[in-house]
């Protein structure tokens, strides 16, 4: 399987080749997103059902690190570019 394509990308406006570093950079900033929402969600609901904030609070804490992960890769601009 090679690592290059010619494909058009709908990432960006114009047409390049799909690189692997470009894949992974969009994969790092959706997975982190994706977890630290629903890190952030698991840490609610188990603060639902339980009752108390120390089973949630590793949870929340899990949230809260990858939402500066998030952040940062925000930052970076790993996501997709607005048009």
Same mark, same amino acid.
């Given at each position: 399987?090679?690592?290059? +394509?010619?494909?058009?990308?709908v990432w960006h406006e114009s !047409?390049?080749?799909?690189?692997?570093?470009?894949?992974?950079?969009? /994969?790092v900033w959706l997975s !982190?997103?994706?977890f630290?929402?629903?890190?952030l969600a698991v840490a609610f609901v188990s603060y639902t059902f339980t009752g108390a904030f120390e089973t949630a609070s590793s949870? /929340? /804490?899990?949230?809260?690190l990858s939402g500066a992960v /998030?952040?940062? !890769?925000?930052?970076?601009? +790993?996501g997709p570019s607005e048009a």
């Open positions: 399987m090679a690592t290059v +394509f010619g494909i058009r990308n !047409t390049y080749p799909a690189e692997i570093p470009v894949r992974v950079r969009h /994969f !982190t997103g994706m630290s929402a629903a890190a949870h /929340f /804490f899990a949230s809260v /998030f952040g940062l !890769t925000n930052i970076l601009r +790993f």
